[in-house]
Nanobody
Framework: QVQLVESGGGLVQAGGSLRLSCAAS????????VGWFRQAPGKEREFLAA????????AYADSVKGRFAISRDNTKNTVYLQMPSLKPEDTAVYYC?????????????WGQGTPVTVSS
């Protein structure tokens, strides 16, 4: 079993930045892939980025590639999403999730989400 808790969301002006954290617990967490997703009001959930905890390989959606950065600190069992240059369209609830599926299709564990609001 893996438990995930997000933090770091909030209200920020356009152009500002936030760093989201995903704190994880669970005996086999070190073998998982952790991803970040977001869901804006009235829209489908969108994959943003993922990182393999054992090795650090990363993957990004085209929509955030080159702007958002995912990283990990295995000593703290925490994965981060650095979000600079935020835009109003980045407003959403941000979730982290974990999976052992290298195809990044089936995500087994989810956090409760942290809201991000970007004002113009």
């Amino acid at each position: 079993q893996v438990q995930l808790v997000e933090s770091g969301g909030g209200l920020v002006q356009a152009g500002g930045s936030l760093r989201l954290s995903c704190a994880a617990s669970g005996r086999t967490f070190g073998t998982f892939i952790v991803g970040w997703f977001r869901q804006a009001p009235g829209k489908e959930r969108e994959f943003l980025a993922a990182i393999h905890l054992n090795g650090g390989n990363t993957a990004y959606a085209d929509s955030v590639k080159g702007r958002f950065a995912i990283s990990r600190d295995n000593t703290k069992n925490t994965v981060y999403l650095q979000m600079p240059s935020l835009k109003p369209e980045d407003t959403a609830v941000y979730y982290c999730a974990a999976t052992s599926d290298h195809a990044l299709v089936g995500w087994d564990y989810w956090g409760q989400g942290t809201p991000v609001t970007v004002s113009s």
